[in-house]
């Protein structure tokens, strides 16, 4: 049995399948990647077990559970003014040129700027390409941001811009043990605490058996005060005269 958990881009679940490993060696995992746009179709039809995804995952016939909310930020040229700083407001990007890619996973619908009014960018990728030619700046999670990183571009935080929500998502009608031991490890969930299959078994060892303490007598010592069942007296042997 292989449990598959498909992710889209950006999204790393290498401290989690760390966790799997430990307590689950018997069961493999497969990662299958795809793009937002397919990712949830892929899950319905049974291309995956769970899918980590950017939320919302609309579907009244799928579960999520949110898990964070990435930051955003601002790829620019190296020698762009933005790149003297680590972090700018949002309003900073009012005077800029935004490249904005069909694959958007940010949806900011009101950000500041001029949007670039050339021909359709299809990817990020694309995206990127330009805003290393010069021709404007991309706004991205954080993530994405990372995955595209290249020579002579720099990402900076993005001060009140919205963020972007990652979540785990999964078919309501097929959840089994082992989607709930996955929840229980992306929530934290230790393996004591794990009500999923790969929770530890009860100790079946019995309890020990307590040993009895000798009633105390009238002063207390824990010695008893009557002479039955005591220990004869030692006999004296004679001195010699």
């Known amino acids: ?33 795809a793009s937002p746009d397919e990712a949830v179709g892929l899950l319905r039809s049974g291309g995956a077990d769970v899918a980590l995804v950017r939320l919302p995952a609309a579907g009244d016939d799928l579960s999520t559970i949110p898990l964070y909310t990435e930051s955003t930020v601002v790829v620019v040229p190296k020698d762009h003014v933005i790149s003297v700083v680590e972090e700018i407001d949002a309003a900073d990007l009012e005077d800029e040129l935004l490249v904005v890619p069909l694959d958007d996973q940010l949806h900011w619908a009101d950000a500041p700027g001029e949007r670039f009014a050339g021909d359709p960018v299809p990817t990020t990728a694309d995206a990127v390409e330009l805003v290393a030619a010069g021709i404007g700046v991309l706004v991205l999670p954080q993530s994405l941001g990372r995955l595209h990183q290249r020579r002579g571009l720099v990402a900076r935080i993005v001060r009140g811009a919205p963020g972007s929500a990652v979540g785990l998502a999964w078919v309501t009608d097929r959840y089994d043990d082992l989607t709930e031991e996955f929840i229980g490890i992306v929530r934290g969930r230790t393996a004591t605490s794990s009500r999923g299959r790969g929770a ?9 058996a307590k040993r009895a303490t000798p ?4 002063g207390g010592s824990g010695r008893t005060s009557s002479a039955k069942g005591a220990a004869a007296p030692r006999a004296r042997k004679p001195r010699p005269r």
């Open 215 to 218: 009633p105390k007598g009238k």
């Open 200 to 208: 530890p078994a009860p100790d079946a060892t019995p309890p020990k």
């Open 1 to 33: 049995m292989t449990f598959r958990i498909l992710l889209v881009p950006g999204i790393n679940p290498d401290r989690w399948l760390r966790v799997w490993q430990e307590r689950l060696r018997d069961v493999p995992v497969e990662l299958v990647h």
